[in-house]
Each structure stands twice: as structure tokens, then as C-alpha cells.
């Protein structure tokens, strides 16, 4: 496996006593459209902001249909959310009523869509949401085709319709004014495809963010199920070198609190930890335990 990262960027463990810094600065952050007419919360919070600010943030997984789940989760304290959409059940009508579930609480609520297609990336970004996670990157068009289906022309290909992302009509000149500069495209590194070639992914203008996906990383390269192998916690640590090496954030799956400080503490600007289905499911049977015992 290449290093070719590691003798242009700082040690990893160095992140843990500074912020974040941004070596390749995109165009200039701007308030959302909402704020700068004054409403509060803002119908799109600025995900990008938050882990731009190099205060670590943590998110969590949002997967029932049911918007009362996604109200809970975003009153709990977390920084950021990330709707399911490729392993969730979550569709365009079930990510609108999460957004408006989740306004009230001003938390981003990143989709993770199902494919690397533009009515997915654009329907989400239309319905409010402050970005994309976009899966199964493995090539650098892969990911020149993502940054170009979230940002409008000159510069990308987005169809102009923001609908809700703009109040619905209300502001839509300041919407447009800000959009390519507040909407997140976060690419999902996860392949072995990609690990090879993440130099040249992560050089690709656009790019906000990226996530690593630990299950997916482990079985593409012949760790299934290993997610904490050696191998595969190499591989993590190269792309969080080259991402720091390109100035790009970079955020991972996590599977516990001790992980996620872990991860904290090794450099990364995000992370998510937990869903819904699993804080529900914990909770249940450690009740259930407590109640019962060895009964």
C-alpha cells in the first residue's frame, strides 16, 4: 500500500493539541440564505462551518421514517445528523419530513444518498438538506461527478429549483447567492479503489469533506467483518494523513464513545457514533436487564 502521504503531512498525533486548518480554502463561507434574512433557525444549517471551525463534532446515524425519531435524536445533542439513505430505508418524502422534524433544533442533516446520481444529490440538496455523503467513491470522476451535481453553474452542473432550500421561493436570490459556497459534498472513502488512489481523489476541487467507512474499507481489502484489523486501521490512518495533507476534513464511522474519542484524539475533524435503531435496541435490553437480572 502506497505512503506517499505521510512526508507532506503532520503527525497525526499533533491534530490532538490544535485545530483543524484548511490548506486548500474553498470559496468564501457565506451565512445560509435563512440567516441572512434574519429567520432563525436557519431552514439550512452550514455543516461545512462547524467542522471548518476545528471544534471536533459528532453525529450520529438517522434511520426509521418516522420524523418523531429524528426530532429525538437532533434534541439529544449532537452536533450533526446523516440520514440513511443507501443502507436506510430513507427516501426523498421521508428526508423532507426529517428536515422539518429537525429544524426547530438547528442541527445539519447530511443525506447520504444511494447512488452518485444527480436527482438523488439534487433532490436532497432542493429539500434542505446542508449536504451529501456520497458512497462507493472509487475514482476521481467519481468524485468530480459529485462536486459538479452540488454546485450551479459556472462552476457545476446543479439544476436551478431549490424549493424548500430556499424557503420556498422566499429567498431564493440569496440562496443561489450562497449555496456553493454552504452545501457540503462529502465523498465517502470505503473502497480499495479509492485507497489507492485517494491522492489523486482528494485533489479534485470541491471537495468539503470526506467519511471513512470502516466495514465497507475492511471487506475491500480482504477483512470482512474486521473493521478493527491491523490492516485496516493502516488504511485509516493513511487517508486521514492525506486528507490533512490536502486540507480536507475528514470524519469516520465509529462503533462506540471510546471510539470516537479515539478518533477525536487522533486528528479527525468529525465523527459519528451510534443510530437510532441502536441507541433504541441498547436501551431496551439493558432496561429489560435491570429489571430482570438473572431471573
Not at 446515524?61 to 439513505?85: K, R
Not at 438523488?120 to 451529501?132: S, T
Not at 494523513?241 to 469516520?252: K, Q, T
Not at 478518533?263 to 479527525?268: M, T, Y
Request: aromatic residues 6%; neutral net charge.
Amino acid at each position: 500500500m502506497p505512503d506517499d502521504c505521510s512526508a507532506r503531512a503532520r503527525p497525526v498525533a499533533a491534530a490532538a493539541a490544535g485545530a483543524w486548518r484548511r490548506r486548500r480554502p474553498l470559496a468564501p463561507r457565506l451565512p445560509p440564505a435563512a440567516t441572512l434574512r434574519g429567520v432563525s433557525p436557519p431552514i439550512v444549517p452550514d455543516f461545512h462551518e462547524r467542522i471548518a471551525s476545528g471544534r471536533f463534532a459528532l453525529g450520529s446515524w438517522v434511520t426509521f421514517l418516522d420524523p418523531s425519531s429524528a426530532e429525538v435524536m437532533a434534541g439529544s445533542g449532537f452536533d450533526f445528523l446523516i440520514a440513511d439513505g443507501e443502507h436506510g430505508a430513507i427516501g426523498s418524502s421521508d428526508l423532507l419530513a426529517i428536515l422539518i422534524a429537525t429544524r426547530a433544533a438547528g442541527v445539519p442533516v447530511l443525506a447520504r444518498v444511494g447512488a452518485n446520481e444527480p436527482i438523488r444529490i439534487m433532490q436532497a440538496l432542493d429539500l434542505g438538506a446542508a449536504g451529501v455523503v456520497v458512497p462507493q467513491i472509487r475514482t476521481s470522476d467519481d468524485v468530480r461527478r459529485a462536486v459538479q451535481w452540488c454546485r450551479y453553474p459556472p462552476v457545476g452542473m446543479r439544476g436551478v429549483a431549490p424549493r424548500r432550500a430556499s424557503e420556498y421561493g422566499r429567498h431564493t436570490s440569496d440562496y443561489l447567492a450562497t449555496a456553493n459556497a454552504t452545501v457540503t459534498c462529502c465523498i465517502q472513502i470505503e473502497t480499495a479503489e479509492a485507497l489507492t488512489d485517494v491522492e489523486e481523489l482528494l485533489a479534485v476541487p470541491g471537495i468539503d469533506a470526506l467519511l471513512i467507512g470502516p466495514n465497507d474499507l475492511a471487506a475491500s481489502v480482504g477483512r470482512l467483518g474486521q473493521p478493527g484489523d491491523p490492516k485496516v486501521e493502516a488504511a485509516i490512518g493513511r487517508v486521514l494523513e492525506c486528507a490533512r495533507a490536502a486540507g480536507v476534513p475528514a470524519g469516520v464511522w465509529t462503533a462506540s464513545p471510546q471510539s470516537a474519542r479515539t478518533r477525536r484524539d487522533q486528528g479527525f475533524a468529525f465523527a459519528t457514533v451510534g443510530t437510532d435503531y441502536g441507541f433504541m435496541l441498547a436501551a431496551a435490553e439493558a432496561t429489560i436487564q435491570a429489571v430482570r437480572g438473572d431471573a
